[in-house]
């Protein structure tokens, strides 16, 4: 942990020689796809910023985030000899991770207004939009307790008989590794409040503690408990098709992490096509404010770190967060990941007006008699500096 409250991985030192050089071989940090994908409708320019900045988190958020983008974008060492060395570098080398901490917790601003002391049993068809405050507080103590199951099962005031499942086998495997305390509230919260809430995050872990003020919910530490919660119950259904152990690479994770990369996979796909949200309701519902958007989080996750990899960002330089007609590729071609991956040329003279012919067999020029045009034919395709000189 740094003095700003940043967790830093001890192996990113260890590796900071090897992503340098991986940064001047043009490992696509994949600022643009992502900010096009974001949950929060980041800017070319927060997301870079997102990406650039040290990563605001603690241990537990990072390593499970760190898990997520080696599962979708793992190093692959082996292709090199046969496809070269562009093909190595994956996802924790660009830091993802990163950005899906900082997005999940920037897309949902909560205002002030519409925040009510009253309870969801309260509220009646004339209170309009207004939500319980309880809905965003959440406290998770695993001290004094004998198992971290133990701990949920009594913020959701249930039996572990309720658990619609092996609940023995489900207080074997869930741990939310160092975390001994959770706590979101709001920060200075009265009813004369007005505009964007704030909210005080507190984790509490075995050896150190971290202590943030945002200006959005903070989902992304929150949705990691959520997946060491749905990774117990796919253990304890016995999904699974590799082992479970420890990981090392991810000491400060918890069940989640000590899934196999595939299994990661197929534990965060059951929370959209699986029925672990319906299966273990009670035990999530207390921890996020609307359980029905975490099918929306996988889907978000598995498009950002595609969209995120496989980019050309890397190549425009200083031209980055331009927009797109000023933006101008000045590294050469050859060392930009995805082009190497992708075997793309790069745009060329007459693509965008010729773009009908890009496919061998597509459309076919209409008669001139056939066609109807304006007198003005200005339009995207005769811009300068969209899709080369047309």
Not at 5 to 26: A, F, I, L, Y
Not at 57 to 73: F, M
Not at 300 to 321: M, P
Not at 355 to 364: D, E, I, Q, T, Y
Request: net charge negative; aromatic share 8%; charged share 25%.
């Amino acid at each position: 942990m740094t003095n700003d409250g940043c967790w830093r991985d001890p192996k990113h030192t260890m590796q900071e020689n090897d992503r340098e050089q991986v940064s001047r071989r043009g490992v696509v940090k994949g600022i643009g796809g992502l900010a096009a994908l974001s949950m929060s409708n980041a800017t070319f320019e927060t997301a870079q910023a997102a990406m650039d900045g040290p990563l605001q988190s603690d241990p537990h958020t990072a390593d499970t985030y760190r898990s997520i983008v080696d599962a979708i974008v793992p190093r692959t060492p082996e292709l090199e000899d046969e496809l070269g060395p562009e093909h190595v570098p994956g996802g924790l080398d660009a830091e993802l991770e990163k950005f899906l901490i900082w997005d999940f917790n920037h897309f949902q601003e909560i205002r002030a207004e519409m925040v009510t002391e009253n309870s969801l049993l309260d509220l009646s068809g004339d209170s309009g939009p207004e939500m319980p405050r309880a809905m965003f507080e959440v406290t998770v103590d695993t001290t004094g307790f004998s198992s971290d199951l133990d701990a949920m099962l009594d913020l959701a005031d249930i039996s572990i008989l309720d658990l619609d499942l092996d609940g023995e086998a489900m207080e074997d495997y869930l741990t939310f590794g160092p975390v001994e305390r959770f706590e979101i509230g709001f920060a200075d919260f009265d009813d004369a409040t007005e505009g964007p809430a704030e909210f005080e995050l507190a984790v509490e872990t075995t050896n150190e503690s971290v202590h943030r003020i945002l200006q959005n919910y903070p989902y992304a530490p929150t949705f990691t408990l959520v997946f060491d919660l749905v990774a117990a119950e796919f253990l304890a259904l016995g999904k699974n098709e590799d082992p479970v152990s420890p990981n090392e690479q991810f000491p400060g994770g918890g069940t989640f992490t000590r899934l196999s990369r595939e299994d990661r996979l197929r534990c965060l796909w059951t929370i959209v096509d699986g029925g672990a949200i319906d299966t273990i309701d009670d035990l999530l519902s207390p921890l996020v404010p609307d359980v029905g958007i975490l099918k929306y989080v996988v889907m978000a996750v598995n498009g950002l770190h595609g969209f995120g990899y496989y980019t050309e960002w890397s190549g425009y330089g200083d031209t980055k967060t331009n927009t797109p007609n000023e933006r101008e590729m000045q590294r050469d071609p050859a060392e930009v990941q995805s082009r190497q991956q992708s075997g793309y040329p790069g745009p060329a003279p007459g693509y965008a007006a010729d773009w009908r012919h890009a496919v061998p067999g597509g459309f076919k020029d209409p008669k001139a008699k056939n066609l109807n045009l304006p007198d003005d034919l200005t339009g995207d395709d005769v811009i300068d500096g969209i899709g080369g000189d047309t």
